[in-house]
């Protein structure tokens, strides 16, 4: 079952607009990850957070986890044709072993 | 560092047959892990190994399907007489304990079809 929900399922935007993604739990979290998965083949990661109100960035794509950790965000600003796929957010709910996955979000950015 | 490596790629099967895929984590990570997905779906855990040790298994993980990582290195699963709902993308991944930051890196995973 999936215990994070993801959203939106999917979104199609225009090359060099912004985007967001959400990932959201019931419960407050350990840690969690993100993931960039092309169709077809294994995920690639991006981020992992695990302080409340952290936030990392890495080229144009930012995460945030919300102080209660419970709830993070992906930004991509100015997106390209390369930003395409799918992004999966995974939790650790205790400093254990298991990520939970959520169902993923495809993004689609037209030329 | 070659990344976590899987194969093989891709394995069409008919139902009833037995299948065996393999997994060569990152070298210094004592942590395995395998998880399925299927279409739409995030991965979803099936087992774990600390070293050559298997911790956990999933309730996903029916009698039908066996893993071992025999000197703690690559890993193999094993699913025996195979059901067309068995078809998913089986993903191995692998992560190094104790860092207090553990990354789970992913393999580009194995298709299994069973027709």
Redesign the interface.
């Known amino acids: 079952s999936q215990e994070l929900e993801q959203s939106p399922q999917s979104l199609i935007v225009q090359e060099g607009k912004n985007l967001t993604i959400n990932c959201t739990s019931s419960k407050t979290l350990y840690g969690l990850y993100w993931y960039k998965q092309k169709y077809g083949e294994g995920l690639i990661f991006l981020m992992m957070l695990q302080k409340g109100g952290e936030e990392k960035s890495h080229e144009k794509i930012t995460a945030k986890l919300d102080e209660k950790k419970q709830q993070s965000s992906l930004h991509i600003t100015a997106s390209q044709p390369s930003h395409a796929g799918i992004y999966l957010c995974g939790a650790l709910r205790s400093n254990d072993y298991k990520l939970s996955f959520g169902a993923g979000t495809t993004v689609t950015v037209r030329a | 560092d070659t990344g976590?490596s899987?194969n093989p790629r891709h394995k069409i099967t008919k139902r009833g047959q037995n299948v065996t895929f393999r997994c060569d984590p990152i070298s210094e990570h004592n942590?395995l892990?395998w998880y399925r997905q299927t279409l739409?779906?995030?991965?979803?855990?099936l087992t774990?190994f600390q070293n050559e040790a298997q911790?956990?298994k999933s309730r996903l993980l029916s009698d039908r399907f066996s893993a071992e990582r025999p000197k703690g290195s690559f890993s193999t699963l094993e699913i025996q007489r195979t059901e067309q709902g068995d078809s998913a993308?089986y993903?191995c991944?692998s992560?190094l304990?104790g860092t207090g930051?553990e990354?789970?890196?992913?393999?580009?995973?194995t298709?299994l079809s069973v027709l």
């Open positions: 976590v899987q942590r892990y739409g779906q995030g991965p979803e855990f774990y911790l956990e993308m993903l991944a992560s304990r930051n990354k789970l890196f992913f393999g580009s995973g298709q």
